[in-house]
Nanobody
Framework: QVQLVESGGGLVQPGGSLRLSCVSI????????IGWFRQAPGKEREGVSC????????YYADSVKGRFTISRDDAKNTVYLQLNSLIPEDTGVYYC???????????????????WGQGTQVTVSA
């Protein structure tokens, strides 16, 4: 059974940074694409970033390009999302997810993924 656990969220001031982690339990991340999504209150879940399992290709939503960086450490079975220059609009619950395939095809749609973590809250506020 695929189990993903996110951590690293918190309260941060605008302009601040956080590093989110996504650890897999029970399976090896090496070959699989991992996506990060976020959901703000009253809004739909939106794709933030994806990293491919086959070639490590990375993809970002326009709203976070240049500010967020996705990376993976397969030795630690962990995918990271570095959040820099945070703005209040980045507030939400952040989820990592995988569908057990190596490609980030259609990564921006939550319907492309089946296995989700419990989420970690990120709040950007002065």
């Amino acid at each position: 059974q695929v189990q993903l656990v996110e951590s690293g969220g918190g309260l941060v001031q605008p302009g601040g940074s956080l590093r989110l982690s996504c650890v897999s339990i029970g399976f090896t991340l090496d070959y699989y694409a991992i996506g990060w999504f976020r959901q703000a209150p009253g809004k739909e879940r939106e794709g933030v970033s994806c990293i491919g399992g086959s070639d490590g290709s990375t993809y970002y939503a326009d709203s976070v390009k240049g500010r967020f960086t996705i990376s993976r450490d397969d030795a630690k079975n962990t995918v990271y999302l570095q959040l820099n220059s945070l703005i209040p609009e980045d507030t939400g619950v952040y989820y990592c997810t995988t569908d057990g395939i190596p490609s980030c095809v259609n990564w921006y749609s939550p319907r492309s993924f089946e296995n989700w973590g419990q989420g970690t809250q990120v709040t950007v506020s002065a």
